[in-house]
């Protein structure tokens, strides 16, 4: 079962439509969570806005939005003017192009969701899917969801669809400018086939049910002792230190022991020769 739809509508395919519906595909649900309680009393407790020059509590209909303009002043907007912002739904979720998967940057992936027929039309569905899957294409296709106009990627996957929301340009911070202090250096001869032996011996399927969550097992764990009146021992984490000899460190990890035990070849890392950097762009690169 998929539970209950967070969104219904109509997937648009050219002149083609069918009725669909969008169900959240992660959850923090199965978290341990917590609660905040009076220490005195035990009591649950609640947040509360209050005015930060009289520390009074303002009550719901006395709150208003406001965007700051200068320091301390703001502009004051009612909540029917915010709603005129929102843009009109009819909901349907157009499909805009096909990308092939190779030209599809992941950078922009902001959440998944499945998207499944909605009781009928499941003939058109099945079409749409098995038609992308076939070409080895995603669809960029717009709807109003959760208040606004957002882009999604639709992928085959399994019996039905990913739809997963992508991220606005302006949202994503430049890689370009991000990475611009990294020094460009050229690794060559054995340190670089040690770390590439390294990572073929590391080798391994894309398995997500061997994630481990190691703090919410802790907090079970805590949670579990306490019910039982056990105490719980309080590790102490290992702490890492940088390696301060690369080439060492690689034939350790290779299993190839000490770099002492045999001569090492000629020098690995050369700095590039300096090259003109282009104008770090806006746009993630």
């Known amino acids: 079962m998929a539970g209950r739809a967070l969104w219904k509508g109509f997937l648009k395919f050219a002149e083609i439509s069918c009725p669909v519906a969008l169900h959240s595909a992660a959850s923090t649900s199965e978290r341990v969570s917590f609660n905040t309680l009076n220490r005195k009393t035990g009591n649950r407790v609640k947040r509360e806005y209050v005015d930060i020059n009289t520390w009074k509590v303002v009550e719901k209909e006395d709150q208003i939005k406001g965007y700051e303009v200068d320091d301390n002043r703001y502009v004051l907007f009612e909540p029917d003017e915010l709603a005129a912002a929102v843009p009109q739904s009819d909901k349907t979720l157009r499909i805009q192009s096909y990308v092939p998967f190779g030209e599809i940057d992941d950078l922009y992936f902001d959440k998944p969701y499945y998207l499944l027929p909605d009781g009928i039309g499941e003939e058109t569905f099945v079409l749409i899917r098995d038609a992308m899957r076939e070409s080895n294409v995603g669809a960029l296709a717009q709807a109003v969801l959760f208040r606004r106009l957002r882009t999604v990627l639709i992928r085959a996957h399994g019996d039905g669809l990913i739809a997963t929301t992508l991220n606005f340009d302006y949202q994503v911070r430049s890689a370009k400018e991000a990475f611009a202090d990294i020094p460009e ?21 894309f398995d997500p049910r061997t994630f481990d969550d190691r703090y919410d097992a ?3 764990e805590l949670v579990k002792a306490k019910i039982e009146g056990r105490s719980v021992a309080v590790k102490k984490q290992a702490k890492v230190e940088p390696s301060t000899n690369l080439m060492e460190a690689l034939r350790m990890s290779a299993g ?14 050369k700095r590039a020769a300096p090259a003109s950097r282009p104008a770090a762009r806006k746009k993630a690169g």
Do not use: N, Q, W
Not at 185 to 193: A, S, Y
């Open 185 to 205: 250096l050229k690794i060559e001869g054995e340190m670089l086939d040690l770390a590439k032996h390294i990572i073929k011996t590391k080798v391994g399927l």
């Open 256 to 269: 190839f022991g000490s770099a002492r035990a045999s001569k090492p070849r000629t020098a690995t890392a």
């Open 218 to 220: 802790a907090l079970a």
